[in-house]
């Protein structure tokens, strides 16, 4: 069985940092490309970043130079390194799962991180 576990969200200032992971289990981790999706209050789920099977890396507009995406293949563990907070990153955080990065196979119940100003 297939489970995505996210861990670090939490409540923290504009300004500040957190730091996000994710556990894969059930699955070959290596081989699946990762991402790290959110989706804030009254808005649709947004892509955040993706890391391929290579450690290529991919962020949106919005967060490039602030987040970093990694990944642990020993671990089976995913992270969102994120830096420089603002209130418009409060979201709930999701992390998933693809056979290929252009596309989600699994996804995990999300971490809710809020940023107060």
């Known amino acids: 069985q297939v489970q995505l576990v996210e861990s670090g969200g939490g409540s923290v200032q504009a300004g500040g940092s957190l730091r996000l992971s994710c556990v894969g289990s059930?699955?070959?981790?290596?081989?699946?490309?990762m991402h790290w999706f959110r989706q804030a209050p009254g808005k649709e789920r947004e892509a955040v970043a993706r890391?391929?099977?290579?450690?290529?890396?991919n962020y949106a507009n919005s967060v490039k130079g602030r987040f970093t995406i990694s990944r642990d293949n020993v671990k089976n563990t995913l992270y969102l390194q994120m830096n420089s907070l603002k209130p418009e990153d409060t979201a709930i955080y999701y992390c998933?799962?693809?056979?290929?990065?252009?596309?989600?196979?699994?996804w995990g119940k999300g971490t809710l991180v809020t940023i107060s100003s």
């Open positions: 059930g699955y070959t981790y290596s081989m699946f490309c």
């Open positions: 998933a799962a693809g056979r290929v990065c252009g596309g989600v196979n699994y």
């Open positions: 890391i391929g099977t290579d450690g290529s890396t």
